[in-house]
């Protein structure tokens, strides 16, 4: 499959409706060509993209270009269509979710441009969706960037959460200063732990689960007498990343700042291990 085709199937499931899939792909200026097997229920053209309905699945492919891109991308927002974990994969890859982009309050899609244009004596401003932005706030912003704390990472936990389904389509901060922090807070035995998180999040991020940042542009400077946490949660509040940490007082203090946290307590933390074993 060449990178500027598509070929993804969806499920129908038992809310799917013919009639309100039909009436999309009409909004879509798309049009109805005869289908060619019995197994075929209707089979629309949108755009030099093949759209095939059989009794359990949609199966859509051809060229890509913006015009379809956005109306495969609208399809995921139709009631009673899903996706299996392969098709839902290429999915992502072809919409990865975008640092800080604004989500539309109308659609929920996200958008990296509001365009402001003149309109007679007033100016409007347009979403990517094609809806009209107020401009007024507060302004709803997507955000995949996740930071893990040291001890998550060196206990492996971020690897086992992807494994286990979560963080999927994120982007996983590992920053190149990580080994001197763990050199100067934990001793140089645990690099080995973090060098086999690293290389496990990179084969997560072969697989098109995960993009990995390690932000090796920016010169971190270990100062004398900082502690791991603040080195942690101003990196985390510069790369405006969610923080994951299982550390009580780390989540105390980023909520303290109005720092996003995600937190599970070093308990849970612990019983990854066996969950994933029984699970994968």
């Not at 975008?98 to 539309?104: M, P």
Request: include cysteine.
């Amino acid at each position: 499959m060449s990178p500027d085709s598509v070929n993804l199937v969806f499920i129908t499931t038992s809310e799917f409706e013919e009639g309100i899939l039909s009436k999309y792909v009409e909004d879509w200026k798309g049009t109805t060509k005869k289908t060619t097997n019995e197994y075929q229920h209707f089979f629309w053209s949108v755009n030099g993209l093949s759209v095939i309905l059989y009794s359990e699945k949609l199966v859509v492919q051809g060229r890509l270009t913006e015009f379809t891109k956005r109306f495969i991308r609208g399809l995921r927002d139709e009631k009673g269509l899903t996706m299996d974990s392969k098709n839902a994969e290429k999915f992502r890859k072809l919409f990865p979710v975008r640092q800080n982009s604004i989500v539309c309050s109308k659609c929920g899609k996200d958008s990296l441009l509001i365009k402001g244009s003149i309109e007679g004596l007033d100016i409007l401003f347009g979403m990517e969706c094609g809806h009209k932005c107020n401009l007024v706030a507060p302004f709803l912003t997507l955000n995949n960037r996740v930071l893990p704390d040291i001890s998550v990472i060196c206990a492996k936990s971020v690897s086992r959460l992807i494994n286990l389904g979560y963080l999927t389509g994120t982007e996983i901060v590992f920053p190149e200063f990580v080994l001197d922090v763990i050199d100067k807070f934990k001793g140089s035995g645990l690099k080995k732990a973090v060098s086999d998180e690293l290389n496990n999040l990179r084969k997560i991020e072969g697989r098109g689960l995960i993009r990995i940042s390690t932000f090796s542009n920016i010169p971190i400077k270990i100062e004398h007498g900082e502690d791991e946490d603040k080195i942690i949660l101003d990196f985390a509040r510069f790369t405006n990343s969610i923080l994951l940490t299982s550390d009580e007082v780390l989540k105390d203090r980023a909520l303290m700042f109005g720092h996003p946290t995600i937190f599970i307590s070093p308990d849970d933390f612990g019983k990854l291990k066996m969950i994933e074993e029984v699970r994968t």
